[in-house]
């Protein structure tokens, strides 16, 4: 079979190695692409052979727990004050 410059695929790569597609192959085959990396998958998107992006799983979040930042921020008191007129027309677009 004669070389075509295109490296062979496999349907279904490692997890360990990313797979290449370009942006063309991306806009038209994303469905299956983000397939891939749902099954924990990376996607590197290349434009003329350099790599622009990266497709990869999102790390599960964890449930939100309320006070975790406590402590770690505050709100100074002014926040509550009442906001002079020419601002509160501003924020009522009058």
């Not at 490692?14 to 370009?22: D, G, I, L, N, Q």
């Not at 622009?52 to 100074?76: H, Q, Y």
Request: no cysteine; aromatic share 4%.
């Amino acid at each position: 079979m004669a070389a075509t410059g295109r490296q062979a695929r496999s349907p279904t790569p490692s997890v360990a190695e990313p797979r290449e597609a370009t942006v063309h192959e991306a806009k038209t085959h994303l469905s299956r692409l983000l397939a891939e990396v749902e099954a924990g998958g990376t996607v590197i998107i290349t434009r003329r052979g350099k790599p622009v992006a990266k497709l990869e799983p999102l790390s599960p979040r964890g449930p939100r727990r309320p006070g975790s930042m406590k402590g770690l921020i505050s709100i100074d008191e002014r926040f509550f004050d009442p906001l002079p007129e020419d601002e509160l027309r501003a924020w009522e677009g009058d």
